[in-house]
């Protein structure tokens, strides 16, 4: 008994920080389609790509960016967590394979978003399954906040098309 609390204490010490890590490990995926994750708890957007300039009742919101001068350009300057995950992102129109998904919900301030799965819809159409994780049952607030998850895809077939994010019951889809 005293030895598994040990190798867990050991383990939780050595994947601090790499919580996104350990989900990108545990979430099923195409094995042609390489896929990072970083959860931010607020909004690295400017307000006119986020969330928050979409009609009051849609909840859930994608973007993507197949550049990094795009990526660049729709994140706050004081947002650095973003930025340092799109400088190490290698953008399909900038000669890599990678684009950036960008899913947000506005939601109760407990919940944390994770990757949950991803999925092939089409020959080029991806659905990305988004858990809400932090509480439990429905997740009602009278004084929402925003969540994001920020998702680097890289596919051996080429960038997607299309992708469908799945999130709180709704979706959210975006042409790539």
Same mark, same amino acid.
Do not use: W
């Given at each position: ?8 204490g050991?383990?939780?010490v ?10 990108d490990?545990?979430a ?10 970083r959860?931010?708890d607020?909004?690295?957007l400017?307000d006119?790509?986020?969330v928050?300039?979409?009609p009051e009742?849609?909840l ?8 990094a001068?795009?990526a660049r350009?729709?994140l706050?300057?004081d947002?650095?967590?973003? @930025?340092r995950?799109?400088? &190490?992102t290698?953008? $399909?129109?900038? /000669?890599?394979? %990678?684009v950036?998904? =960008? ?7 407990a ?21 809400q ?9 009278d004084?929402p ?10 596919d051996? @077939?080429?960038?997607?098309? &299309?992708?469908?994010? $799945?999130?709180? /019951?709704?979706? %959210?889809s975006?042409? =790539?």
């Amino acid at each position: 008994m005293y030895r598994r609390a040990v190798v867990a204490g050991a383990f939780a010490v050595a994947t601090a920080g790499c919580i996104d890590r350990l989900h990108d490990v545990a979430a099923s995926t195409p094995r042609d389609l390489g896929v990072r994750s970083r959860f931010v708890d607020g909004n690295p957007l400017v307000d006119a790509q986020s969330v928050l300039n979409r009609p009051e009742e849609l909840l859930t919101h994608a973007a993507s960016y197949r550049s990094a001068a795009a990526a660049r350009g729709a994140l706050k300057a004081d947002a650095t967590e973003s @930025r340092r995950f799109v400088e &190490r992102t290698e953008f $399909a129109d900038d /000669g890599g394979d %990678a684009v950036l998904v =960008v899913a947000q919900r506005l939601t109760a301030p407990a919940v944390t978003l994770r990757l949950g799965g991803i999925s092939r819809t089409g020959d080029h159409s991806l659905r990305i399954a988004v858990d809400q994780t932090g509480v439990r049952g429905e997740v009602e607030t009278d004084d929402p906040v925003v969540k994001t998850l920020l998702l680097r895809l890289s596919d051996e @077939r080429g960038p997607p098309k &299309r992708v469908t994010v $799945a999130l709180g /019951g709704q979706r %959210a889809s975006v042409t =790539v």
